[in-house]
């Protein structure tokens, strides 16, 4: 693969060591505070960044950035086929577990062939909006009644090939979900969710090992404490632990959750996590949201990230968990979208900040460098990847945004990123290279020639699925 070279006009290396790295450190024209250097050349080989210049002048041969350029976004938390849910679950009044029985009707009515569809239809949506990694959290393994397809990883691997066909690295958590809650089975369409026990699930990921490459990570997630128990938990961690990989796990998002772990097993999830060694600096617990104490002190401790996704949690009125007592004791924090309710991690950020306003009446919690660390290198940590900065060694992810924007107009130099966490949206994104490669230029997809319409198709083939030939 030929050396590419990439002028950005301006560009943020991304909030770790910056001003202590060489290419940065003698850099002409850095502006004070916001970290942002001018007229920087960025060279990449074999899809990885090798050298990141300033006060360079741009060449023939190099493709100019416009606009700002940043590293590529981490998308911490996605399931995918509830894209199709997006305007549909708004009408009348409910909760979270209302909720989730619409999301359990389009659960139903997925197979290998329109789960690759959305999947790929909404991983260009996330490059759009300058996405380069996504977190799938997936569970939806098996056919109707619970049936294995003639390969068990068929739905797992339709989703690293929608995430290749996008042009986004994936790093596919393959989920254990094994029972209905505390004292119940699975039941319904969550019979397809589960393998029967933790060993069989461990068969299956040994299997699905063998579909990593430069853009694709394979990782394990447990759904929650009431969908695996704690043997199986310790199974799922240890096969974590023995592949070095990373670990996910939904924590403490409803009330509920918590009542009725503390009913069943006397501790919080958080403490039921930490009782079966579950948390460690490879593990991020998704949504954190009604933590208490205890629970952020041992987050904390452990070093575990904690995945934020408030568009979804307050679309589904979960409420608005504690990231800055969490960030104070220790676990990094990144973001993700969840149920896609909005793709765009900079609404993600500027929310971390915005809701806890609301319920402290305070303002100030997180700086814009720290929400963007979370949007970017954090997320990437999360998600097994070494990347989300520009730096030598690095992944060539990058996206620019456009300076020039009505959400951007009148941007300073002294407040670049706090501009970019809140006043940016997605569709300020007008370029974004993975790996060195242009997936998206002059705000158009390269791979997905009308990403509108396939999302369209795809939900159709979804909502309406009698309407289409199987």
């Not at 933790?198 to 490459?213: F, H, I, P, V, Y």
């Amino acid at each position: 693969m030929p050396l590419k070279r990439f002028f950005a006009e301006l560009a943020w290396a991304g909030r770790a060591e910056v001003d202590t790295k060489a290419a940065l450190r003698a850099a002409g024209d850095v502006i004070t505070g916001a970290q942002i250097a001018r007229d920087v050349m960025i060279e990449v080989d074999d899809g990885r960044i090798t050298k990141v210049t300033p006060g360079e002048v741009q060449d023939a041969e190099s493709v100019r950035l416009t606009g700002l350029t940043i590293p590529g976004l981490a998308n911490a938390h996605s399931h995918a086929f509830q894209r199709a849910l997006r305007g549909r679950t708004h009408q009348g009044a409910g909760d979270f577990w209302t909720w989730r029985e619409a999301m359990y009707e389009t659960a139903s009515a997925l197979d290998p062939d329109r789960y690759y569809a959305l999947a790929r239809a909404t991983y260009a949506e996330m490059a759009l909006a300058g996405i380069t990694a996504v977190g799938e959290f997936h569970y939806l393994h098996h056919g109707p009644g619970g049936r294995a397809y003639g390969d068990p990883n068929e739905m797992g691997r339709a989703l690293i090939a929608a995430a290749r066909d996008a042009g986004i690295r994936i790093t596919l958590l393959d989920c254990c979900y094994l029972r209905g809650g505390f004292d119940r089975p699975l039941d319904g369409v969550q019979v397809r969710f589960g393998d029967g026990d933790a060993e069989r699930w461990a068969e299956r990921m040994e299997d699905l090992l063998g579909s990593q490459s430069d853009t694709v990570l394979v990782a394990a997630a447990i759904h929650s404490v009431r969908a695996v128990d704690p043997k199986a938990m310790a199974t799922v961690a240890r096969f974590a632990s023995e592949h070095e990989m990373p670990l996910h796990v939904h924590v403490s998002e409803q009330r509920s959750e918590n009542a009725e772990c503390l009913e069943a097993t006397g501790h919080t999830p958080a403490g039921q996590l930490a009782r079966t060694g579950v948390l460690g600096p490879s593990t991020t617990a998704v949504h954190a949201t009604h933590l208490d104490e205890a629970d952020v002190v041992s987050l904390g401790r452990s070093g575990a990230h904690v995945c934020m996704c408030p568009t979804t949690e307050r679309d589904l009125a979960d409420g608005v968990g504690p990231a800055r007592a969490l960030a104070r004791a220790g676990s990094p924090l990144c973001l993700g979208t969840d149920s896609h309710a909005s793709i765009d991690l900079f609404e993600e950020a500027r929310a971390v900040e915005l809701d806890e306003r609301l319920i402290t009446e305070r303002r100030g919690h997180h700086r814009a460098p720290d929400l963007l660390h979370a949007a970017t290198a954090a997320g990437m940590q999360s998600l097994g990847w070494n990347g989300g900065v520009l730096e030598p060694g690095a992944p060539a992810d990058f996206v620019t945004l456009d300076l020039a924007s009505v959400r951007l107009a009148g941007v300073e130099p002294s407040s670049v990123l706090e501009h970019l966490v809140f006043a940016a949206s997605a569709a300020d994104v007008v370029g974004v290279i993975v790996g060195g490669e242009q997936v998206v230029a002059a705000r158009r997809h390269t791979k997905v020639p009308d990403v509108a319409r396939s999302l369209s198709q795809a939900i159709k083939a979804v909502v309406e699925p009698a309407a289409v030939a199987p």
